[in-house]
């Protein structure tokens, strides 16, 4: 069983408030991934690490971002919350090996008003 | 660029019913490797199969079993005997090794829904 932990699991902020969404996984896993999910179901990908100290942008252009200064622990950062930046976010991990599964945590689901 | 779609949007059965859900994939690579996620009212999305594009066996697990098919690009997922802890949506995924860096990309997903 993946052991992979987001929070908060909700979060309802103002706009212009900064945020962090933490994610933390006990897996020992070198690569880590964020998503958003839009409302209509569908995932994009929009920063990923490959280890400590290393941060990319992913497919879905983003204003959040993040930092890989411990293996276990991959947060995401929004400096200023608008309304467009509602949505659910998932947190996942891998191994560094090639075509391997993600381990996906409960996700975050934010509300900027 | 790698691309999957799931045609399905929505689909509604009766329990104990068999349904399949559709997953078309396109890539340029040879080696790459499709999954079957679920997602559940809850959020989280569970892990249900990987397949690498040089195994083309079909696999069982219990109720569940999957057909890969490369001549047509198809990886589709078979529930038999529906139960109503199968409603969820199911996302079918790809992941090309050389071309896109390992990463994963999603169907737009299918949301079953199995009525009692």
């Known amino acids: 069983e993946a052991d992979i932990y987001q929070t908060p699991r909700y979060l309802v902020i103002g706009t212009g408030k900064k945020i962090t969404l933490e994610c933390s996984q006990t897996?020992?896993?070198?690569?880590m991934y964020w998503y958003q999910q839009d409302p209509g179901m569908e995932l994009h990908l929009i920063h990923y690490?490959?280890?400590?100290?290393?941060?990319e942008k992913g497919d879905l252009s983003s204003e959040s971002t993040v930092s890989r200064i411990r293996t276990e622990h991959f947060p995401l950062t929004l400096e200023s919350a608008r309304p467009s930046h509602t949505s659910q976010y998932l947190c996942?991990?891998?191994?560094?090996?090639?075509?391997?599964?993600?381990?996906f945590g409960p996700g975050t689901r934010l509300t900027v008003t | 660029a790698q691309k999957v779609t799931q045609a399905q949007t929505e689909i509604s059965v009766v329990e104990k019913e068999d349904v399949t859900l559709d997953c078309v994939y396109e890539?340029?690579?040879?080696?790459?490797?499709l999954f079957w996620y679920k997602q559940p009212p809850s959020g989280e999305l569970v892990f249900l199969i990987r397949?690498?594009?040089?195994?083309?066996q079909n696999e069982i697990s219990g109720r569940y079993s999957w057909n890969f098919q490369k001549s047509t690009s198809s990886f589709n997922f078979t529930i038999t005997a529906s139960q109503v802890v199968d409603s969820a949506v199911y996302f079918c995924?790809?992941?090309?090794?050389?071309?896109?860096?390992?990463?994963?990309?999603f169907g737009t997903g299918t949301r079953l829904a199995v009525r009692p």
């Open positions: 996942a991990s891998s191994e560094l090996l090639a075509g391997v599964e993600q381990y």
């Open positions: 897996m020992g896993h070198d690569k």
């Open positions: 690490s490959y280890g400590v100290n290393s941060t």
């Open positions: 890539t340029r690579d040879t080696t790459y490797y």
């Open positions: 397949r690498n594009s040089f195994d083309e």
């Open positions: 995924a790809l992941s090309e090794a050389k071309s896109s860096g390992d990463k994963l990309t």
